[in-house]
T-cell receptor, first 114, second 115 residues
Framework: DQQVKQNSPSLSVQEGRISILNCDYT??????FLWYKKYPAEGPTFLIS?????DKNEDGRFTVFLNKSAKHLSLHIVPSQPGDSAVYFC?????????????FGQGTRLTINP | SAVISQKPSRDICQRGTSLTIQCQVD?????MFWYRQQPGQSLTLIAT?????????ESGFVIDKFPISRPNLTFSTLTVSNMSPEDSSIYLC????????????FGPGTRLTVL
């Protein structure tokens, strides 16, 4: 039972364009969501988060959108840069625990083409 | 943020043996976590390790197979016992905070191959 799903295993985007990574969840108790980036042979690196009281959070080139009614979130990267090529994981947690007990999606491999 | 190191970074082990993975953090943290990432899969939480108490295991993971120690606020170990090829995975430790409970910081992972 996959509670957090990233249905696109890979995405290829041209440098300078917008990258949009999608994530769906099934557990309505999830109320805190995070995006992580992972390079090969490294651990995941935290990118950005959003709580369920918001529908948008922005940090530089990264924006996360949350649609609670659709149980869907997305990460927008604009403009995309070659260094953004990595595997991106969305993760979710429930309750007032913040980032405790994260449930991860399967990841999307983003490739930025020059 | 917290800086986390893991030892070993990778290992190749024989079926039936055990391997202990170490996780060291550069600051005192309350909560540490151990995850497994099987090939092509997402990260799955194995257990939460709190100092001074027994680890709390997630469904599908048991202490006899994955014993965990947490002797102080900067260190933890995970042992993978009686290994089989199905245990071949990347094992990662992570910590909550230390400043905010809204982020988990991950170590670089230990790539385990069981023959």
């Amino acid at each position: 039972d996959q509670q957090v799903k990233q249905n696109s295993p890979s995405l290829s985007v041209q440098e300078g364009r917008i990258s949009i990574l999608n994530c769906d969840y099934t557990n309505s108790m999830f109320d805190y969501f995070l995006w992580y980036k992972k390079y090969p042979a490294e651990g995941p690196t935290f990118l950005i988060s959003i709580s369920s009281i918001k529908d948008k959070n922005e940090d530089g080139r990264f924006t996360v959108f949350l649609n609670k009614s659709a149980k869907h979130l997305s990460l927008h990267i604009v403009p995309s840069q070659p260094g953004d090529s990595a595997v991106y994981f969305c993760a979710a947690s429930e309750g007032i625990q913040g980032a405790q007990k994260l449930v991860f999606g399967q990841g999307t491999r983003l490739t930025i083409n020059p | 943020s917290a800086v986390i190191s893991q030892k070993p970074s990778r290992d190749i082990c024989q079926r039936g043996t055990s391997l202990t993975i170490q996780c060291q953090v550069d600051s005192q943290v309350t909560m540490m976590f151990w995850y497994r990432q099987q090939p092509g899969q997402s990260l799955t939480l194995i257990a939460t390790a709190n100092q001074g108490s027994e680890a709390t295991y997630e469904s599908g993971f048991v202490i006899d197979k994955f014993p965990i120690s947490r002797p102080n606020l900067t260190f933890s170990t995970l042992t993978v016992s009686n290994m089989s090829p199905e245990d071949s995975s990347i094992y990662l430790c992570s910590v909550l905070g230390p400043v905010s409970y809204n982020e988990q910081f991950f170590g670089p992972g230990t790539r385990l191959t069981v023959l």
